[in-house]
């Protein structure tokens, strides 16, 4: 490939492709062991997979049919990281409840095999379950409480980094790989291009970690290297407010709509399977809605009314090669592919997974090829305290309220009404953003809760594009742009759940946005023209 | 439950937004005796800009400057099922002189140009093209066609509103454009770049003398060459005029308004205005109350409805029915999460057919969504039809947003089609009533 060649070339002992969880894991870890590295992310952080799932920290009880090497390895970790990041993580507790109807069987062995896959659940009275938690259904036939938990994956993603920065790993965003010059079977340089600037990079390290999640093949391919992998989409939903207290579980086979998970103050429900043939387009349907919606009323009755803020999709990355008709029945597990015996001795892919399994993956991986650098340092992972990076704290929900009225200052006023995010919060997540062409809603929107609450947007969008024009200098073609890309974004996720009182906020952004202030005429992209 | 009151009456209007309150004004004004009722219209939402159609619409912006007219005339002949397509430009724009002439003799005077669009600058720096503007918006129009020296002024702590963006988005072609942010003076919560809160507490502030003074003390230093002053309109609520005629003394030059975001006073004032006329016009008001139960099997006779509200139940013997009631926002349609109804009479309702066809992927398109267009048919007379297609009552009319077939954000034809089909819905129902007094079609319009 053609290169330019005054480009910028960094050198570093390992690079990452990949500002996942597992990426962001990588580099932690290996920074823990003394290991210089670099991550490039062709998006932004957890813009994947990461992004976009329940939140839950699995307890193992999902797979203890399925996969109980799986199951245990969840309940490990559950152990591990509510040690560990505990800031990340509400242990909650969840209850795996059968209703009338579901698989007497399944029902019968669930108790058993969870005990011979080392996945620790207590019986529950059943009236008891129900005082606990209202909102599940009244025609109750099992419930076991178990150690499932809610997580925060952005969290989770910004602050292993933020640890691996702090150590002296250098992170890209925007940063997408562009080819793999190789050279005696070994990738001697990696051609990258911030996709925000155009400008072009390299860099040149002695191992490269292919982490991109959904996209590994992707990746490999421009190596010339094949993967094996299949998508399946996962759809879920975001209820407006907290259910229950507890993520509610299902008590069947994997299957649609099996849990709820409560993240602060909202719930999510969901997921669905779908088959995915490429990644181009990965949106809810109203039909995954539907199928949610009807899937999850048996377990919890009021899903059949509340009120959906929104829907949202990933991709789980399968390793294919067995032959599985359902998805779900696909291993969870995850493979170390070095493509040593496909000739290209210095990269490896870590491939499939799941989020509640994200350190031991890492650590696996740092262990197969700290060897490889003469590197010797054990894992530290497993016990070594995750830093709650302050900066990196807005995702929670409830968090920003608590400050404002914390910080009482006269002139915090609040940007975002919905979630009550005020301009010192937003100043600091400007400040972990750090760099200018990283300022932007979307960027905002994922490290806050800014446009996430019921109005998805419409008063924050344009008080905050202002504030960014005001405060930060921002031109303003460039905060339309962004502006409409925000807003584009957030209906990625509101069009599937726009009825009731969705469907009136979207009528309300839309003679707003459209009728009032014409962002649908304005010229696209630099040189705003009048 | 038994009736606490029985009223007879020639109109029952539901619903209090622009086209139940137009279509009131109208009706009263021919001599009818009209009763209103329903929820009340969202003026606080309403910018105070009325459009009657957007030319741009479907093409981007590349049309911008073409006649709302054509436009409408280009429109119809592709969408004969448009609201625009059931009456003659010549009753639109009797609806306008009429709707006009109410507000400016409530003192909230309007200007339009016949043939074109006027573009205001929004707080966004955007600009958007509308039809009648309220009079205090229309030297920001003229001083940027222009191009003449000004200033824009706004307020610490009003965070809809961004003087800086408006420069920002305008000053390669407008170079005399100034900004100029404020701290409000005098004592209260607009005091030291503390929270303003909203738009309606700095229009009370603003009415106080001793505030409009501070303010021109503070711009004055600031004016320099500029030939007029620019505000977000949160210039008075009550007492509007009297607080743009001192701060023009005050700075010597024209000052202007520019639209805001909601909390809207433009808006407000409109409700004002309304309330203020139509206690003057004798109309009933049974505000708030829901129609219960309504009868219109005689379809040569009067329509029975019953209305209630919190243990009151109140009857009512009626000629005529304009339902006005809105869309979403107003709760004239409500979507379920299969189907889109209409909520007073379950009248019939044109959708998609399904809801993966309500919306499309991206929010911004040009085209608009399907859910939009939905909404209530009617005949060309604009009586609603039933699930046979037949009209529901000779005395029955529907007008306004709830009306299928238009797209308001996109066309931006919101008030063209509310005060058109008010219009000819109230002179259907005169004609019926009053054979013989129906006024000719009103004048020509202008080219």
Known sequence: ?530 | MKPSAAIKADLLVIGRGLAGMAATVFAARHGLKVVQAGKPGQFNLCSGLFDLMNPSYSDSGRQAGKSPWKAIEDLVKKQPGHPYAKFSTGELEAAWQEMLGFFSSQGLPYFRRSGRNCRVMTPLGTLKSTYALPQSMIHGVEAREHKRPCLVVDFEGLRDFSAIAIRLALQDTWPGLRSLRLQLPGSGLGCGGQQVGSGEMLAMQLEDPEVQRGLGGQIKPHLRDAQSVGFPAVLGAYRHQEVMSALEEELGVPVFEIPTLPVSMPGLRLAACFERGLAGLGVDSLADQQVAEHDFSDMAGRIKLRLAQAGSMTELQINGVILASGRFLTGGLESLRTKVVETVFNLPVHQPSSRSQWHQGDFLGPVGHGINQAGVLTDNDLHPLDASGQPVHPGVFAVGSILAHQDQARMGCGAGVALGTAYRAVEQLAARLRPGTRQAAAQKVPA
Request: hydrophobic share 40%.
């Open chain 1, 1 to 530: 490939m053609q290169s330019n060649p005054k480009r910028a070339i960094h050198k570093t002992q390992v690079l990452v492709i990949g500002g996942g969880v597992t990426g962001a894991g990588i580099v932690r870890d290996l920074a823990l062991r003394g290991v210089d590295c670099v991550l490039v992310e062709r998006a932004d952080l957890a813009a994947g997979a990461s992004g976009a799932n329940h939140g839950l920290l699995h307890s193992g009880a999902r797979y203890i049919a399925t996969d109980p090497k799986s199951a245990h390895e969840c309940h490990e970790e559950n152990q591990i990281l509510k040690r560990v990041a505990p800031h990340c993580i509400e242990s909650c507790g969840g209850i795996y409840l059968a209703v009338e109807g579901d698989e007497g069987n399944y029902i019968a062995d669930f108790a058993g095999r969870c005990e011979a896959a080392g996945v620790p659940v207590e019986p529950l009275d059943l009236n008891e379950a129900k005082q606990n938690e209202p909102g599940i259904a009244a025609n109750l036939v099992a419930a076991y409480s178990t150690q499932d938990a809610s997580i925060d994956p952005f969290r989770l993603v910004m602050d292993n980094l933020a640890h691996a920065k702090s150590l002296g790993c250098r992170a890209f965003l925007h940063s997408q790989v562009q080819g793999f010059k190789i050279e005696r079977g070994r990738v001697a340089l990696v051609e990258l291009k911030n996709l925000r600037t155009g400008g072009e990079f390299a860099i040149e390290a002695d191992q490269v970690i292919n982490a991109a999640g959904a996209w590994v093949g992707e990746v490999a391919a421009l190596a010339g290297l094949n993967i094996n992998i299949v998508f399946s989409k996962g759809t879920l939903l975001v209820a407006g407010h907290r259910i229950t207290g507890r993520c509610i579980m299902r008590l069947r086979k994997p299957a649609d709509a099996d849990a709820l998970v409560p993240g602060g103050t909202v719930s999510l429900i969901g997921p669905t399977s779908v088959r995915l043939d490429n990644l181009d387009n990965i949106r809810p349907t109203v039909d995954e809605v539907d199928t949610i919606i009807e899937g999850s009323v048996p377990m919890v009755p009021e899903l059949g009314s509340v009120r959906y803020i929104r829907a949202f999709s990933g991709v789980r990355p399968l390793i294919a090669g067995q032959n599985v008709n359902d998805d779900r029945n696909a291993s969870r597990g995850f493979d170390l592919i070095c493509h040593e015996s496909q000739g290209v001795t210095n990269l490896t892919t870590v491939a499939g997974g799941k989020l509640s399994i994200y350190r031991i993956m890492a650590e696996k991986l740092c262990d197969l090829i700290c060897p490889k650098l003469g590197v010797s340092a054990p894992c530290r992972t497993r016990t070594e305290p995750l830093p709650d990076s302050e900066n990196n704290r807005w995702t929670e929900p409830g968090a920003s309220p608590k400050a404002w009225i914390e910080r009482s200052q006269p002139n915090d006023h609040i940007l975002c009404e919905c979630e009550l995010v005020s301009k010192s919060v937003l100043e600091e997540v400007l400040a972990a953003l750090n760099g200018a062409d990283q300022m932007n809603l979307t960027a905002i929107g994922l490290r806050s809760r800014i446009g996430k609450g019921p109005c998805q947007g419409i008063t924050c969008g344009a008080r905050v594009s202002n504030y960014l024009i005001e405060n930060h200098g921002m031109g303003h073609a460039q905060a339309i742009t962004g502006l409409r890309n925000f807003l584009n974004g957030r209906w990625k996720g509101e069009r599937t759940v726009a009825w009731a009182s969705q469907q009136v906020q979207a009528e309300l952004k839309e003679a707003i946005y459209c009728g009032f202030l014409e962002l649908q005429n304005q010229p696209q992209g630099p040189g705003q023209k009048v």
